[in-house]
Antibody, heavy 121, light 110 residues
Framework: EVQLVESGGGLVQPGGSLRLSCAAS????????MNWVRQAPGKGLEWVSFISISGHTIYYADSVKGRFTISRDNAKNSLYLQVSSLRAEDTAVYYC??????????????WGQGILVTVSS | QSVLTQPPSASGTPGQRVTISCSGTSSNIESNTVSWYQHLPGTAPRLLIY???QRPSGVPDRFSGSKSGTSASLAISGLQSEDEADYYCAAWDDSLNGQIFGGGTKLTVL
C-alpha cells in the first residue's frame, strides 16, 4: 500500500524557517517524480514544487521561488521541503504528492494526509 | 483568481448526472493533460481522472473526463451522497512553467 506521511510542520514566526519531510512507503521512491501542494485556510489547492526522480529537474510556483527548496533522498525514501522567509500567506496545510511521471509534472496520483504550517507572531 | 476557471458550486439529487467544467487557455488545457481530484476537508485529495479521461484503478466508472480545446469537464453519473466534496481540475501551464489548479467546485448532493 502506497503511503506518504508528512512531518515537520508547526507554528513559526514571520521570516522564520522550517523543514518539512515526507516519508514514503509501499513503492520505490526513486521511480517517481514528487510534488508539494498546499491549501491555505478556506482556499483551494495550490501546487508548490516538483522534483524529478534524480533531482535534476525542479520547478517552483512563482509564489515560493527563491524562498522554498525541494529535495529528496531516495536511499531514505524521503522528500523534503525547506521553507524559509515565511510569510503569513504561507500558512497552509502542505501535502506531499507522488507524480504520475518520472521527469516532468503530470498529475498527482497519491497524496499524504498533510501537515499544517502556521506563520504567525 | 485561478488561471483555470471552475464554477464555485454545483448540485444534484441522488441518481442524477452532474458536470463540472474547467476553462483554461492555449497554454494549459489545450496543450497539456488535464487531471481531476476529489477532496473532502481534512482528508488527502484523491485522483479521479488523469490524461483527460483515464481513471486510476479503484475509481468507479461513474466518473468520466473529457477535453475539448481550452476546456475540460468532469461528469459524475448516478450521483451518490458520498460524492459530496470539493472537485479540482489541474494542468501544466507552459507560460507559468508550473502546475495550476482550478479554484475548485463544491458539489452538494441534495
Amino acid at each position: 500500500e502506497v503511503q506518504l506521511v508528512e512531518s515537520g510542520g508547526g507554528l513559526v514566526q514571520p521570516g522564520g524557517s522550517l523543514r518539512l519531510s515526507c516519508a514514503a512507503s509501499g513503492f520505490t521512491l526513486s521511480n517517481f517524480g514528487m510534488n508539494w501542494v498546499r491549501q491555505a485556510p478556506g482556499k483551494g489547492l495550490e501546487w508548490v514544487s516538483f522534483i524529478s526522480i534524480s533531482g535534476h529537474t525542479i520547478y517552483y510556483a512563482d509564489s515560493v521561488k527563491g524562498r522554498f527548496t525541494i529535495s529528496r533522498d531516495n536511499a531514505k525514501n524521503s522528500l523534503y521541503l525547506q521553507v524559509s522567509s515565511l510569510r503569513a500567506e504561507d500558512t497552509a496545510v502542505y501535502y506531499c504528492a507522488r507524480d504520475g511521471d518520472k521527469y516532468y509534472p503530470k498529475y498527482f496520483d497519491y497524496w499524504g494526509q498533510g501537515i499544517l504550517v502556521t506563520v504567525s507572531s | 483568481q485561478s488561471v483555470l476557471t471552475q464554477p464555485p458550486s454545483a448540485s444534484g439529487t441522488p441518481g442524477q448526472r452532474v458536470t463540472i467544467s474547467c476553462s483554461g487557455t492555449s497554454s494549459n488545457i489545450e496543450s497539456n493533460t488535464v487531471s481531476w481530484y476529489q477532496h473532502l476537508p481534512g482528508t488527502a485529495p484523491r485522483l479521479l481522472i488523469y490524461s483527460h479521461n483515464q481513471r486510476p484503478s479503484g475509481v468507479p466508472d461513474r466518473f468520466s473526463g473529457s477535453k475539448s480545446g481550452t476546456s475540460a469537464s468532469l461528469a459524475i453519473s448516478g450521483l451518490q451522497s458520498e460524492d459530496e466534496a470539493d472537485y479540482y481540475c489541474a494542468a501544466w501551464d507552459d507560460s507559468l512553467n508550473g502546475q495550476i489548479f482550478g479554484g475548485g467546485t463544491k458539489l452538494t448532493v441534495l
